[in-house]
């Protein structure tokens, strides 16, 4: 069993060797001294290469909710164009807004035409509806911007509702000019009756 040193034990000890042992220990503090501070250079460049490599991870993974944020975007926004109509997209009026063909625009259809139409062809009526119109709208079947003519097989009165439709594409052309020409025939089966 080994038992504490005491004092008196201790005051036994030679001063030389006191001497000696911090001498020795003394020496060994400063020939450990560079390594001691190379190692802690090592953990401070450890521990910046971590901070470092954990803002980068950061960053990456910023990056990453931003494209996934950007991605669900996009498919919101290919979703909702695939629902609509192209021709809300792309309104007409839009279309060669900017092409040479815009020079080449008709003038509007007179006025003694479109009350010619509104009173003895459609009957005070839109044509695509049929409805009693108050406030009669003339629509082109051809675009004026595309050379459409001011003649009464392209033109066509609408209430305001069906007018907002065939402007947006909603009623194509082809629909117009077949209501057009199934009404031309209603009217001549009548005025050949006797």
């Known amino acids: ?21 911090f001498i020795v220990g003394f020496i060994l503090y400063y020939i450990s001294l ?18 470092e490599e954990q803002k980068l991870e ?4 910023y990056k990453l ?23 809300f997209l792309y309104p007409k009026k839009y ?15 007179p006025e003694n035409l ?7 062809r459609a009957n005070q009526r839109c044509e695509w509806c049929e409805e009693w119109v108050d406030t009669p709208e003339i629509h082109h079947i051809v675009p004026r911007f595309e050379g459409g003519k001011n003649t009464a097989e392209n033109l066509i009165v609408l209430c305001p509702n069906c007018h907002r439709k065939a402007d ?12 057009l020409k199934r009404q031309a025939e209603k009217r001549s089966t009548i005025s050949e009756q006797p």
């Open 1 to 21: 069993m080994v038992l504490p040193l005491q004092f008196s034990q201790i005051s036994k000890i030679p001063l030389e060797l006191v001497v000696i042992l």
């Open 34 to 51: 560079p390594l001691r501070k190379k190692r802690r250079k090592e953990r401070e460049a450890a521990k910046e290469k971590y901070k």
């Open 58 to 61: 950061r960053i990456e993974r």
């Open 65 to 87: 909710q931003i494209e996934s944020r950007e991605n669900r975007k996009k498919i919101r926004r290919q979703q909702l164009k695939s629902r609509l109509i192209p021709s």
């Open 95 to 109: 279309r060669n807004f900017w092409n040479d063909n815009y020079s080449k625009k008709t003038n509007p259809a």
């Open 114 to 120: 479109k009350n010619e139409l509104y009173f003895e």
């Open 168 to 179: 947006r594409g909603i009623l194509s052309k082809s629909k117009l000019e077949y209501k």
